[in-house]
C-alpha cells in the first residue's frame, strides 16, 4: 500500500506571497492532519480535516487554512508568508482518528520564506 | 504550555548498549502514547505505542515503560545500533472533541548512535 505523499517536497516563497501544498493520504484513511515542524519546537498541530470536514484546530493564525475532498485528498494553504512560517509542513493520515489510531506521515514540505 | 516535554535534546550511547530516551507530560487525559522516529529530510516514521491501561510494551529491541504516576515514560532500545541514530519524538494522544484524538509531540531527543 503506497503511504502518505505529499507535494511539492521543496518551495521557496518571497514575503507576502501565498502558498499551497498538497498531501494525498494512504487509501482508506479519512482523517488528515497537518502539522508544523520549526527548529527546536517539535511538531505543531495545524488542523485535522475528517470527511471534508475540520474537526479540530491549532492555534496558529487564521493565514493557515485548508481543505480535504472527496477523496481524502488534502491541501493546506498559507496566505501572506512571512519570513516565521519558513518550516517543515508535514501532512499525516490515518484511518478515522479513534484514540488508538495510528498517523502515518508523508515526508513533508519544506517551505523557505525569503 | 508544554504538555509532553523531552528534557534530552540530545543523547549518545555506544553500539551495543541500551539508549533510554525520556518523556515526561503533564495532562491527565492523555490515555495512549506513542515514539517515532525521524531521519533528516524524511517525515517521522512510528515506532511503538502504548496504552494508559498498560505499563510496559515491548516489539523487538524497543520498549516503552509508561509510569502513569509519575507522568512518565521512556523508550529503551537494546541493544542500541548506528541505523538507531536519528531524532526520537514522543507523542501523547487525548480526545479533543467531534470524535477527534488529538497528538501532542514533544520536541524530539536526537539519539546518536556512535559505532
Known amino acids: 500500500k503506497a503511504g502518505v505523499t505529499q507535494t511539492p517536497r521543496y518551495l521557496i516563497k518571497t514575503r507576502g506571497q501565498q502558498v499551497t501544498l498538497s498531501c494525498s493520504p494512504i487509501s482508506g484513511h479519512r482523517s488528515v492532519s497537518w502539522y508544523q515542524q520549526t527548529p527546536g519546537q517539535g511538531l505543531q498541530f495545524l488542523f485535522e480535516?475528517?470527511?471534508?470536514?475540520?474537526?479540530n484546530k491549532g492555534n496558529f493564525p487564521g493565514r493557515f487554512s485548508g481543505r480535504q475532498f472527496s477523496n481524502s485528498r488534502s491541501e493546506m494553504n498559507v496566505s501572506t508568508l512571512e519570513l516565521g512560517d519558513s518550516a517543515l509542513y508535514l501532512c499525516?493520515?490515518?484511518?478515522?482518528?479513534?484514540?488508538?489510531?495510528?498517523?502515518?506521515f508523508g515526508p513533508g514540505t519544506r517551505l523557505t520564506v525569503l | 504550555d508544554q504538555q509532553v516535554k523531552q528534557n534530552s535534546p540530545s543523547l549518545s550511547v555506544q553500539e551495543g548498549r541500551i539508549s533510554i530516551l525520556n518523556c515526561d507530560y503533564t495532562?491527565?487525559?492523555?490515555?495512549?502514547f506513542l515514539w517515532y522516529k525521524k531521519y533528516p529530510a524524511e517525515g517521522p516514521t512510528f515506532l511503538i505505542s502504548?496504552?494508559?491501561?498498560?505499563d510496559k510494551n515491548e516489539d523487538g529491541r524497543f520498549t516503552v515503560f509508561l509510569n502513569k504516576s509519575a507522568k512518565h515514560l521512556s523508550l529503551h532500545i537494546v541493544p542500541s545500533q548506528p541505523g538507531d541514530s536519528a531524532v526520537y519524538f514522543c507523542a501523547a494522544s487525548a480526545y479533543s472533541g467531534a470524535g477527534s484524538y488529538q497528538l501532542t509531540f514533544g520536541k524530539g531527543t536526537k539519539l546518536s548512535v556512535i559505532p
Open positions: 502504548i496504552s494508559s491501561i498498560k
Open positions: 495532562n491527565s487525559m492523555f490515555d495512549y
Open positions: 480535516y475528517f470527511s471534508e470536514t475540520q474537526r
Open positions: 499525516a493520515s490515518r484511518v478515522s482518528g479513534e484514540g488508538t489510531d495510528t498517523q502515518y
